[in-house]
């Protein structure tokens, strides 16, 4: 099979008043459509940094990123917001929201650089809403939800238009136990759907819900937990 989201001999060295700070290291990982990854390992080992190479928020200082196989370094900055518009969908740690938009038009947001009918992503968007269990509250202000209530709705606004790549960093950090598993088991369904699914966490127990995992340790990697 062929991986939707590769990368080969990935580097990022980041500058620093004291000289060069290598943080990743010759990285060559694969992931495939349905399959839910999860990214582990403490605190400054890289796992976050090779997230935002692989959602285009970040250049690597070396080696490559590859989409279907296709190399991303040649795109224009242009062209990788439209990969990560069409093809990514991303929740951090912190949902992120308007705070003075309500559920409903935070989640059609994502759509506003499509040509898309307003009736058509409002129904998408509800949709959405209706996948991770917040359609009954379209017209509330984000500004009242609670965290795990913002952290859905941020997930629901990362599955507009299907992308078939979602990336999560920390989705789950600032949550309780039980809207933290929530937000796992969405993420599990969305890779069950047919997604691509990389989360970074520092959970140890959310592995058991991954097909892979793989654990950052110093700018390196290895398979497991």
């Not at 900055?77 to 518009?85: D, E, G, V, Y």
């Not at 912190?94 to 759509?111: E, G």
């Not at 009954?136 to 990362?158: C, F, H, I, K, Y």
Request: hydrophobic fraction near 35%; aromatic fraction near 6%.
């Amino acid at each position: 099979m062929k991986p939707v989201l590769s990368t080969q001999d990935l580097e990022k060295t980041f500058s620093s008043s004291s000289g060069p700070v290598p943080v990743l290291k010759g990285i060559s990982l694969s992931f495939y459509q349905g399959s839910f990854t999860v990214l582990t390992g403490p605190s400054g080992s890289g796992k976050t940094t090779f997230l935002h190479l692989l959602g285009f928020l970040l250049s690597p200082s070396r080696g490559s990123v590859r989409v279907d196989g296709h190399e991303t370094a040649p795109l224009t900055s242009k062209q990788r917001a439209a990969l990560r518009r069409d093809e990514l969908g991303m929740v951090f740690q912190h949902s992120a929201l308007l705070p003075k938009r309500t559920v409903l038009q935070n989640v059609m947001f994502r759509n506003r650089y499509r040509t898309r009918s307003r009736s058509e992503t409002e129904a998408e968007a509800l949709q959405a809403l209706e996948r991770v269990g917040m359609r009954e509250m379209p017209d509330r202000n984000a500004n009242v939800l609670s965290g795990g209530e913002a952290q859905r709705v941020a997930l629901a606004r990362a599955l507009m238009g299907t992308p078939r790549i979602m990336l999560a960093d920390e989705p789950t950090g600032n949550l309780d136990a039980e809207n933290a598993g929530r937000i796992v088991h969405l993420l599990r369904d969305a890779a069950d759907r047919g997604a691509c699914v990389i989360m970074v966490t520092h959970h140890a127990p959310w592995c058991a819900f991954a097909d892979c995992t793989y654990r950052f340790t110093g700018g390196t990697v290895e398979e497991g937990p």
